[in-house]
C-alpha cells in the first residue's frame, strides 16, 4: 500500500524553527516529485515547496522563500521541510504529496506547486505559530 505521513508539526513561538517529515512507504521517492502545501483555516490549500528527486531541483513560494529549506533522504525514502523563522501566517496544517515522474527533468519544478499534479497525499500535520 502507497502511502505517505508526516510528522514533526506542533506549537512553536515566532521565529522558531520546525522540521517536517514525509516518509514514504509501500514505494521509493526517487523517481517521484514531493510537495509540500499547506492549508490555513478558512484558506485555500496553498503549495509552499517541491522538490524533483529525480534531478534535486527546488523550488519554494515566495511567501517562505529563505526561511524553509527542502530536502531529501533517499536512504530513509523521506523528504524534509525544515521551516526556520516562524511567523503566525504561517500557521496551517501541512500535508505533503507525491507524483511520479520518472527520470524527467520536464516541465520544470515550479510547474509542480500545485495540487492537482499529485496522486498521492498524506494526512497532514498541524503547525501553530503562536506566543
Known amino acids: 500500500q502507497l502511502q505517505l505521513v508526516e510528522s514533526g508539526g506542533g506549537l512553536v513561538q515566532p521565529g522558531g524553527s520546525l522540521r517536517l517529515s514525509c516518509a514514504a512507504s509501500?514505494?521509493?521517492?526517487?523517481?517521484?516529485?514531493v510537495g509540500w502545501f499547506r492549508q490555513a483555516p478558512g484558506k485555500e490549500r496553498e503549495g509552499v515547496s517541491c522538490?524533483?528527486?529525480?534531478?534535486?531541483?527546488?523550488y519554494y513560494a515566495d511567501s517562505v522563500k529563505g526561511r524553509f529549506t527542502i530536502s531529501r533522504d533517499n536512504a530513509k525514502n523521506t523528504v524534509y521541510l525544515q521551516m526556520n523563522s516562524l511567523k503566525p501566517e504561517d500557521t496551517a496544517v501541512y500535508y505533503c504529496?507525491?507524483?511520479?515522474?520518472?527520470?524527467?527533468?520536464?516541465?520544470?519544478?515550479?510547474?509542480?506547486?500545485?495540487?492537482?499534479?499529485?496522486?498521492?497525499w498524506g494526512q497532514g500535520t498541524q503547525v501553530t505559530v503562536s506566543s
Open positions: 504529496a507525491a507524483t511520479y515522474v520518472g527520470m524527467s527533468s520536464s516541465p520544470p519544478i515550479f510547474f509542480y506547486n500545485t495540487e492537482k499534479w499529485y496522486h498521492y
Open positions: 509501500g514505494f521509493t521517492l526517487d523517481y517521484y516529485v
Open positions: 522538490i524533483n528527486n529525480s534531478d534535486g531541483s527546488k
